[in-house]
């Protein structure tokens, strides 16, 4: 009876993971699901300084997960390389504990666009799987409450990332255009840098990293011309140059209608006008002050005395 309900508790227990690496949306959540398997997947003869692979069930399928335990004054010391990742001499870690597990990350094609979703990307594609360098607590008698993460801090040299052994998203065919670094924060943000030489970058602490490069639009197809394109083309050009000769006729044809009218207007003007001349060319024309005036030739009458005039005489 207790075989069957301890059967009964790690197949439920087995489901639950499965269910929770399926529905997994979050870095976050994934970095914790491939820290707990593997814990699951040590044991207690595993040596220190040396790389252990962890298996990983099929619904991570993709996702390549290296770790290796060292001692913090160890790996102070002297340095570790693991997998794509250098660690260089004068590096801490912190909280400084007894020993520190050194976990790989290459979470592949499929699951490095996790990231898409949760770090603005926009203008830029990863041409390059997401490597991640992270590290856990892995004194003795380790329980689930004490596998807390631990901060890698390169003091002296910078941790180093070679990408290129990857053959990922085309990271070796990039068409001549140079990557650039991509740093994957724990705050949510995502930090471009320049290669220090081809396809290797660097970093000062732990994290995630990949390789992206700008977006590039294809230029424009040219358009395409066919023989109904062009007889429509041609068409529609005789159309519009035929109603803007017709508007131009028409204008130039108004403008002459009205300068004939306006000719005639003032041809029967002058006629008038000499009309008016003729008739009055009779009659003397003077100036009355600032007004021209019609005036008669002078004709004067002389008195006549009507009696003959008898001087007064005493």
């Not at 255009?177 to 732990?206: E, M």
């Not at 590039?216 to 140059?241: D, H, N, Y």
């Not at 004939?260 to 008739?279: D, G, Q, S, W």
């Not at 008669?296 to 008898?310: C, D, G, K, L, N």
Request: a positive charge; proline letters at 5%; charged letters at 20%.
């Amino acid at each position: 009876m207790g075989s069957l309900f301890f059967l009964g508790l790690l197949i439920i227990s087995v489901a639950s993971i499965k269910a929770e690496a399926q529905g997994i949306k979050s870095v976050r959540l994934l970095d914790l699901v491939i820290r707990d398997y593997t814990f699951k997947s040590l044991n207690n003869q595993l040596k220190t300084g040396t790389l252990h692979n962890v298996h990983l069930p099929a619904n991570l399928s993709g996702i390549k997960v290296d770790t290796v335990r060292y001692r913090c004054g160890s790996l102070r010391r002297y340095g570790a390389k693991v997998k794509e990742f250098h660690i260089g001499i004068g590096v801490t870690v912190q909280p400084c504990v007894e020993r520190v597990m050194v976990v790989r990350q290459n979470l592949g094609d499929n699951w490095s666009t996790i990231y898409y979703s949760n770090y603005d990307l926009s203008g830029y594609q990863l041409v390059s799987p997401v490597l991640g360098l992270l590290a856990y607590n892995s004194g003795t008698n380790i329980g689930f409450n004490n596998r807390f993460q631990l901060g890698i801090l390169a003091n002296q040299k910078p941790i180093t990332i070679d990408f290129r052994n990857i053959t990922g998203n085309g990271v070796s065919n990039t068409s001549g255009i140079k990557p650039l670094c991509a740093n994957f924060q724990g705050d949510g943000k995502v930090t471009l840098t320049k290669q220090v030489s081809p396809y290797v970058c660097v970093a000062t602490k732990h994290g995630h990293f990949g390789l992206v490069t700008a977006h590039q639009s294809p230029p424009p197809p040219p358009p395409q011309t066919t023989e109904f394109s062009k007889k429509k083309i041609s068409r529609w050009k005789l159309a519009v140059g035929t109603t803007v000769g017709s508007a131009v006729g028409a204008f130039l044809l108004g403008l002459l209608l009205v300068a004939m009218f306006v000719k005639v207007k003032k041809k029967a003007r002058m006629e008038e006008l000499e009309r008016r001349a003729y008739e009055e060319e009779a009659l003397q024309v003077s100036m009355v002050g600032h007004i021209r005036a019609p005036t008669a030739s002078v004709t004067r009458t002389f008195p006549t005395i009507e009696h003959e005039y008898i001087p007064y005489s005493s």
